[in-house]
């Protein structure tokens, strides 16, 4: 991620960079709820 080299999503999967994968058309959705979560903290 550094090094800016590309990468794929599975690679990031592998190495436990990501914590879940959306289609799309759910991003803006899941980013919303996230953006809940943080702000209640």
């Known amino acids: 991620m550094f090094t800016v080299e590309p990468i ?6 592998g ?3 990501l914590t879940e994968v959306l289609p799309l ?3 803006e959705e899941r ?3 996230i953006a ?3 702000a209640r903290k």
């Open 8 to 13: 794929t999503a599975q690679d990031l999967w």
């Open 36 to 38: 809940q979560i943080i």
């Open 31 to 33: 980013a919303q709820e």
């Open 15 to 17: 190495r436990g960079a």
């Open 25 to 27: 058309s759910k991003l």
